[in-house]
């Protein structure tokens, strides 16, 4: 029988409640089908591991990961240390470490999701949004001189190379191509950013010329968010940096209903590396260790791992399950107003999962 090795990594806060649930579901899956199992390693990397060795991981951690099937991530993230530690020492480690290039974030209106949008039906809002993940404003370039002078200066340079977004553009106008309204709308700042921003727009225009059945237009950040919340069904599929893609995917996720339900893929679409599969929510200080987390997000993402290993049948049941336990309010978690618990929408997902 086909064996999936899984990397784990749970992280801080609400990230050891709903891993350890994804993992649960996947396993129910897996025996349910019986046409695949799955082997899991758990690695405890995180804030608890910065206290005690004062890394957040490893230097040499990715070669535990290297020859895993994907990596299951939570949430890089602790009160305690901050943020760009957190950040930079664990999650962007392995999307740099494993050029995870193309970050995919799905957004739909599950059933039963009360989504702030009154006129927006659910049918309306059905994007993927690609996020370029290897460089842009992200890059960490930059640098920081003569600290608490008067003179001192700060700067995070935004780096675009040609290969990188030749790259996403190929990958995103493949993506919009694979979907059935073949509609892609390229997110830019080319007025005020005015020289990556161009090089960005003229390279969209040159990859274009590959896709002809693809029909796409261009957007400015700015102009985009109030898109989203003005004409959702102008839009599929959206490809945009690091930084504005990062924001806009958080708008997205609002918008669809919760935070707490969101996936994420952080994807090397070669294939030379694991990909990594995450909620986009981070580690929830406000109700960690209190079993309140929403667990959808990480399922969801689950589904997008079975995707990524080409087990479709699998990841459709699961998909299945989760809007079936979304569509009762019942099986609500807080984020949503409603009071389940994870443990109890995890036992409703393996329960349906079985057919009970
Ligand atoms: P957050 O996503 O942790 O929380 C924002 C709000 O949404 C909170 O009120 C939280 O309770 C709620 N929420 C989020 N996920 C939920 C879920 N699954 N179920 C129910 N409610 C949920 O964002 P934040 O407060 O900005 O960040 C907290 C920490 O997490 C910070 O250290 C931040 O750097 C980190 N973070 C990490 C990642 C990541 O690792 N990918 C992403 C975002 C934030
Ligand atoms: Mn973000």
């Known amino acids: ?11 801080d806060g609400i990230g050891k409640e709903v891993v350890p649930a994804g993992q649960t579901a996947l396993d129910t899956l897996a025996r349910k089908l019986g046409t695949f199992r799955f082997e899991f390693s758990s690695f405890d990397w995180g804030g608890d591991y910065y206290r005690q060795h004062g890394i957040m991981m490893p230097e040499d951690g990715l070669k535990d990961l290297r020859d895993k ?26 999307c740099q470490g494993f050029d995870q290039y193309a970050n995919v974030r799905p957004t739909r209106i599950l059933p039963g999701i009360d989504a702030p949008l009154k006129r927006c039906r659910p049918e309306d809002l059905n994007w993927v949004i690609v996020r370029e993940n290897s460089e842009g404003e992200y890059a960490g370039v930059g640098g920081r001189v003569h600290q608490g002078h008067p003179t001192e200066v700060a700067t995070d340079v935004a780096m675009h ?13 493949g993506l919009a191509r694979s979907r059935p309204r073949k509609l892609l ?28 059945d693809v029909k796409w237009d261009k957007e400015l950040v700015d102009a985009m968010t109030a898109r989203m919340v003005n004409r959702p069904a102008s839009i599929d599929t959206v490809v945009a940096t690091n930084l504005h893609a990062d924001v806009l995917s958080d708008l997205a996720a609002a918008l669809a209903g919760s935070l707490g339900i969101a996936p994420t893929g952080n994807i090397d679409p ?24 929403n667990p959808i997000g990480t399922f969801w993402s689950c589904v997008m791992m079975l995707e990524h290993l080409g087990e479709q049948a699998a990841a459709d049941k699961l998909m299945e399950v989760i809007e079936s336990v979304t569509a009762d309010p019942k099986l609500h978690t807080g984020d949503l107003g409603g009071q389940a618990t994870t443990a109890q929408v995890t036992s409703a997902v393996c329960q349906r999962i079985n057919g009970a």
């Open 185 to 212: 709308t390229v997110v830019t700042k080319s007025n005020a950013q005015r020289h990556a921003m161009v090089m960005w727009d003229e390279i969209a225009v040159q990859i274009s010329k590959e896709f002809p």
């Open 270 to 293: 070669e294939r030379r590396y694991p990909s990594m599969f995450e909620p986009i929510h981070g580690s929830a200080f406000d109700i960690m260790g209190k079993g309140l987390a």
């Open 1 to 11: 029988m086909k064996t999936y090795k899984i990397a784990c990594i749970p992280g």
């Open 69 to 94: 099937d994907a990596i299951l991530f939570g949430s890089a993230g602790d009160p305690h240390i901050p943020d760009h530690i957190t950040l930079w020492g664990l999650r962007l480690k392995i």
């Open 161 to 173: 190379t040609r290969t990188g977004v030749e790259r996403i553009m190929r990958f995103a106008f």
